[in-house]
């Protein structure tokens, strides 16, 4: 018979996976909600690195957090300004919210959205199959239920070993079949992901890794598909971080077969290179700065400052330093600026 681990640890690994260290009974309350990150991404340091608190891209985001015992409460507003049809300036807003509620050591959470997005997802416990194994399912839909997807995980943590094995129902009742595994060797790591479509048996995700960390060095190679049709080459990244007294060095090198094209007619041709360059700053407990600059001459600034323990602001802004002009819109907001406020209610 399946003997039930009445259990549940945290589901959240640094990629993004759930940690299982052994069959002890733990009674935990502390409610964890699903994983960030995508199941096709390894949520690895060097890609984080290169995208929190790059706020640009939109006008102010406002998140909030609710914590209890048993609970927690996400939100986040986000409004941008956009042209309307009239050609005028416009706020655009977008709303989410989030809860999680530990129930007899299991997580359960909801969220829905303003675009009218439902989403459901539940801890359903581990379960000695011989191994500890993790269950966990998820149902999307919308509020008037027009359309569905969903899937079931059963996840595996060895000491040296991550594993996952996905069944999805996609759009339309479509079904696919997803597969990842990260091996951890010491100081290295290889992993892969893999979905396959069932409907026409044809491979539509095929992702892989590799990554090495000495001392304060992290090395990483990753392959990232983009074509869903047929098995081709997709973009390769070579990246590396740096740790030193605060200051944390990025750097990342990729190609992308996709874009190493002939340029379609009155269109400059695509750019299959990209060397991006970032650099991140603690300069002590509660601030933070940052900047990132690619061959495409684009530089990103951000900084974030704490406010004791429950309130954060970041800012941030871009420029094209081969057009600096541009800098200066001569809309309504002059220069490409983003806000994010953080609030957190214990």
Not at 68 to 87: A, L, P, S, T
């Amino acid at each position: 018979d399946i003997q039930k681990i009445q259990t549940i640890n945290n589901p959240v690994m640094s990629d993004g996976a759930a940690k299982t260290e052994s069959k002890k009974l733990n009674t935990s309350t502390k409610p964890v909600g699903a994983p960030k990150s995508q199941f096709n991404s390894f949520s690895l340091e060097y890609s984080r690195l290169l995208m929190d608190d790059f706020v640009h891209g939109k006008f102010l985001t406002t998140k909030y957090t609710g914590k209890g015992q048993r609970f927690v409460v996400n939100g986040k507003e986000v409004v941008d300004i956009k042209k309307n049809k009239d050609g005028q300036d416009a706020p655009v807003t977008s709303n989410e919210v989030k809860y999680v509620q530990n129930v007899e050591g299991r997580s359960l959470e909801a969220k829905f959205d303003s675009k009218g997005l439902v989403r459901f997802w539940a801890n359903l416990g581990q379960y000695d199959l011989g191994e500890v194994i993790n269950f966990y399912a998820k149902v999307k839909t919308t509020k008037e239920f027009k359309q569905a997807s969903s899937n079931l995980t059963a996840e595996y943590n060895g000491k040296r070993c991550h594993a996952q094995v996905r069944f999805d129902l996609k759009k339309g009742l479509e079904p696919y079949f997803n597969h990842k595994v990260i091996l951890t060797e010491g100081n290295a790591k290889l992993g892969y992901v893999a979905k396959v479509g069932l409907k026409n048996f044809n491979l539509t995700r095929y992702n892989v890794f590799a990554s090495y960390s000495h001392k304060s060095f992290d090395a990483y190679l990753e392959h990232i598909s983009n074509n869903k049709t047929k098995i081709s080459l997709g973009e390769i990244v070579a990246a590396g971080v740096f740790k030193h007294a605060g200051h944390t060095f990025v750097g990342k090198f990729s190609y992308d077969r996709s874009k190493d094209v002939a340029a379609e007619e009155g269109k400059p041709k695509p750019q299959p290179f990209l060397l991006t360059l970032a650099s991140v700053l603690k300069v002590n407990k509660d601030a933070t700065v940052r900047a990132k600059l690619d061959s495409k001459g684009e530089l990103a600034l951000s900084g974030r400052y704490k406010f004791g323990n429950n309130f954060s602001l970041v800012a941030g802004t871009r420029v094209d330093l081969t057009n600096p002009g541009s800098f200066l819109t001569g809309r309504t907001i002059p220069i490409p600026l983003g806000l994010q406020a953080e609030f957190t209610f214990n």
